[in-house]
Antibody
Framework: QVQLVQSGAEMKKPGASVKVSCKAS????????IHWVRQAPGQGLEWLGW????????KSKQKFQGRVTMTTDTSINTVYLEVHSLTSDDTAVYFC???????????WGQGTLVTVSS | DIQMTQSPSSLSASVGDRVTITCRAS??????LNWYQQKPGQVPKLLIF???KLYSGVPARFGGSGSGTEFTLTISSLQPEDFSTYYC?????????FGPGTKLEI
């Protein structure tokens, strides 16, 4: 069955960077994009972007362009989200999600809490 | 980016009530609209895809409709487990977006 397993919680200081991983199993890794979604405490879902594990191409929401990097390592079926220049506003649970061919999400990682605090 | 709005932002209702949540897109998105339910501490769960298609295993009391820029999620008879937060999400654009959510409370 499809599984997405994310790395553990992180605590970072303002201005630092964080790298979250999402390891996929149970399907052909290069056949589906992986998307990233975050949720600040008590807030709604915010879509961040996607990475294509087959080509390495990625695209992010305009507000994150230049501050977010999404990469892939096909040798270990893992995608990464790196967020740079962290502020307290980046404190959130970060989810990876795999859309179906129909572009809706039924497979999610368990979430990674990133806390940004001095 | 396509902007999504939802109304109401919160809603109080009772078991057995019929409720409707509206989602609007800032531009036409055909029927590329999905609905999710999220409970605290859990990942979102898909309810409706392509505006009106009920995902496997989702109770038939959930229904979706709409196309273009206006969409609705209807719960025909609220059950205790339905008190949750609901999000719409567009997949028309390569840059997906979620609505801000509607919290359904008792």
């Amino acid at each position: 069955q499809v599984q997405l397993v994310q790395s553990g919680a992180e605590m970072k200081k303002p201005g630092a960077s964080v790298k979250v991983s999402c390891k996929a199993s149970g399907y052909t890794f290069t056949a589906f994009y992986i998307h990233w979604v975050r949720q600040a405490p008590g807030q709604g879902l915010e879509w961040l972007g996607w990475v294509n594990p087959n080509s390495g191409d990625s695209k992010s929401k305009q507000k994150f362009q230049g501050r977010v990097t999404m990469t892939t390592d096909t040798s270990i079926n893992t995608v990464y989200l790196e967020v740079h220049s962290l502020t307290s506003d980046d404190t959130a649970v970060y989810f990876c999600a795999r859309p179906t061919s129909g572009s809706y999400y039924i497979h999610w990682g368990q979430g990674t809490l990133v806390t940004v605090s001095s | 980016d396509i902007q999504m709005t939802q109304s109401p932002s919160s809603l109080s209702a009772s078991v057995g009530d019929r409720v409707t949540i509206t989602c609007r897109a800032s531009q036409r998105i055909s029927t590329f609209l999905n609905w999710y339910q999220q409970k605290p501490g859990q990942v979102p769960k898909l309810l409706i895809f392509d505006a009106s298609k009920l995902y496997s295993g989702v109770p038939a009391r959930f229904g979706g409709s709409g196309s273009g820029t206006e969409f609705t999620l209807t719960i025909s008879s609220l059950q205790p487990e339905d008190f949750s937060t609901y999000y719409c999400q567009q997949s028309f654009s390569p840059l997906f977006t979620f609505g801000p959510g509607t919290k359904l409370e008792i």
